[in-house]
């Protein structure tokens, strides 16, 4: 799910910085360091929307450099357990496969694909059931369940399911 | 890690933090990341060489899976979802998936029953119906 927070940085800006355009030379470092990051607590930074303020900076001993404490308003994608979403099949093998949801991947093993789902290797890998009339392969649009999350320094990586009821993939042509 | 174990979106378990945090649809952040990489083309031209693969993937998962295009649909979609007491996460998970059942939407959301509150079936019904309404007109 993509969120709207309020999060807050400390900010370290060089001495060159300063002058008139010091406000906007610290918003444009804070977006170059935040944007793209990943925190298992927040999830994925997506963009920063926002300043809410800037707090008054602080002047580090010895280097000249200058602490700002920011706070400031972004837009965070942050998947959560037991969470449904819509995610595009990446790659298909016969462990399962792995599906995309924005800036998150989603591994769905083969134990979690509804058991009349059979893997067809190939040229496009797939997954079918016995009649054909759902086929599961690259570029599908699928919907999931997110029943684990790792998270790591920079990623988090979620484990999911389409065995359950209304999961799998979206055949409604109206939406794709 | 023990209050990562114990989050499950089924029962609204996402932390107090996110739990009273802004939700936002899918479309709502299409809406916003679009504005964004506009401005990004008009500041300078290698700014939108220099955006973020995270920025990208999202904008393009948005772009893909917004149930409603134009602004105005997307305000009446909150405005609607809104009038039901729902938490702000209720809300988004519905407005993402555009459920057409009941069952359907209680499946999508468990919480809507399990929360206790008054959401009867038919008022889940007429909520969807709503919904679908908003889809249809746009």
Redesign the interface.
Known sequence: ?????VLERNMQLHPRYFGRNLRDNLVSKLMKDV????S?RHG????V?GIENIGKGLIRDGTGFVTFPVKYQC?V??P???????A?VTMVNKMGFFA????VQIFVSNHLIPDDMEFQSGDMPNYTTSDGSVKIQKDS?V?LK?IG?R?DATEIFCIGTIK???LGVINDPT?V | MSG?EE?????L??GD??LK??????C??SL??EH?YEQLQQSSDDAVNQ?????E??LQ??K??S?YKNPDAVRQVREILARYQLAE?EL??LG????ETV??AI??VPSIKTRGRAQDDEAIEKMLNDLSLIKKFE
């Open positions: 799910m993509f969120f709207h927070i944007e793209g990051t990943c298992g994925f930074v997506v963009a929307t837009v994608f942050r959560f357990k037991g969470e449904i979403l819509e595009v995309e949801a924005g800036p649009e919907r997110i999350t998270v359950d009821d209304f939406t | 990562e989050e499950n979106a089924a029962e378990k996402i933090e996110f945090a802004k939700c936002l649809m899918n709502e952040v916003i990341l964004k955006v973020s693969q995270v920025f993937k999202s998962y948005v893909r899976f149930r996460f988004c998970v993402n998936l555009c459920p069952e359907e499946a999508m």
